[in-house]
């Protein structure tokens, strides 16, 4: 009986599904698999992808809603960058009933291990280690990030503009630079334009995130990420040069808004609007307010920015 195979190159001496050895060399050196599993790897495949989404959903609904306003094309490598990014600040933040630096070292080493390989029983990393190969992300991104995360398990206290400057291009910078990688997909042109306004956008909605969470952050967690509150009080007057710093990161984000491609355009005006809208009613609140309460944009806010972006993104396209 003969049997039908398909040429996976990706795929070298890697244990796939149901315990099946890839070990057919040919000629070109490369790797053959009965069609069948093929096929079988293939629903492995959309199925850790689906994973990565219902992950994006549970996690955020706000950035769930706006990643569906990505392109079908990208909508799928956003969700597995965000599975990703989640399980391991899920190791650091969430975590603390285990060993949370050994759940991290395993985590970093099974990534590894999954880019060696091409696959992962990990549905999380399996997803996005094929995004990373397929839009070429740079490995340095993802080591800053990792380290970042590092950093939450050991430091508590941020002393210095530099040490903020450090955590934060991890965090949240390079997860911006992912992101655009996966928008530009390989044109260097407009990523090179993109770049700083890219990594300000990613500043913004992290420092927004620190004074939206300032009560979890300090009194659950006891980390400080901004230098200038070291060793101080929150007030009204450090609050509000705070928020001027953000504003600066928000207006240099703003110049790449109108150069992003039309695929990714809408769902980043989107996440822009909403961050901007939630940096508004920090600016509205209370320093002592701010310590003792996480404020929230409501459903009802969220839904108008939609529609208003919506709207306007359909009338350009007009």
């Given at each position: 009986m003969s049997t039908v195979y398909q040429k996976i190159g990706g795929?070298?001496?890697?244990i796939i599904p149901f315990g099946i050895?890839?070990?057919?060399?040919?000629?070109?050196?490369?790797?053959?698999?009965?069609?069948?599993?093929?096929?079988?790897?293939?629903?492995?495949?959309?199925?850790?992808?689906?994973?990565?989404?219902?992950?994006t959903k549970a996690y955020s609904t706000s950035?769930?809603?706006?990643?569906?306003?990505?392109s079908p094309s990208i909508r799928q490598a956003i969700w597995s960058l965000y599975g990703f990014v989640r399980l391991a600040d899920e190791i650091v933040d969430t975590f603390d009933h285990i060993d949370q630096e050994v759940q991290l070292d395993k985590f970093t080493a099974d990534y590894e291990e999954a880019m060696?390989?091409?696959?992962?029983?990990?549905?999380i990393l399996h997803?996005?280690?094929?995004?990373?190969?397929?839009?070429?992300?740079?490995?340095?991104?993802?080591?800053?990030?990792?380290?970042?995360?590092?950093l939450d398990l050991h430091k508590k206290d941020y002393i210095n503009d530099e040490e903020t400057a450090a955590y934060i291009y991890g965090s949240a910078d390079v997860v911006g630079l992912m992101c655009l990688t996966i928008f530009c997909n390989g044109d260097?042109?407009?990523?090179d334009q993109l770049e700083?306004?890219?990594r300000r956008l990613g500043s913004a909605f992290q420092k927004v995130n620190f004074l939206r969470d300032l009560k979890t952050?300090?009194?659950?967690?006891?980390?400080?990420?901004?230098?200038?509150?070291?060793?101080?009080?929150?007030?009204?007057?450090?609050?509000?040069?705070?928020?001027?710093?953000?504003?600066?990161?928000?207006?240099?984000?703003?110049?790449?808004?109108?150069?992003?491609?039309?695929?990714?355009?809408?769902?980043?005006?989107?996440?822009?609007e909403y961050y901007l809208t939630l940096l508004a009613a920090i600016e509205r609140t209370d320093s002592e307010r701010l310590l003792n309460e996480r404020i929230r944009v409501t459903n009802v806010r969220k839904s108008l920015i939609l529609i208003r972006c919506c709207l306007s993104h359909q009338l350009k396209r007009n």
């Open positions: 795929y070298v001496n890697t050895f890839v070990n057919r060399l040919d000629a070109t050196n490369q790797y053959h698999i009965p069609l069948c599993m093929a096929k079988q790897l293939d629903l492995y495949d959309r199925t850790c992808l689906t994973i990565s989404r219902q992950v950035f769930y809603t706006a990643s569906k306003l990505f060696r390989q091409g696959l992962s029983i990990n549905p997803a996005f280690q094929q995004t990373v190969k397929t839009y070429h992300i740079p490995e340095d991104y993802i080591k800053a990030f990792l380290d970042s995360m590092r260097k042109t407009l990523f700083e306004p890219a952050d300090s009194l659950d967690l006891g980390r400080n990420y901004f230098s200038a509150v070291a060793g101080k009080t929150l007030d009204n007057k450090l609050k509000k040069e705070l928020e001027a710093d953000i504003r600066r990161d928000f207006e240099a984000a703003r110049q790449g808004l109108v150069k992003l491609p039309r695929g990714a355009s809408l769902a980043v005006k989107v996440a822009y």
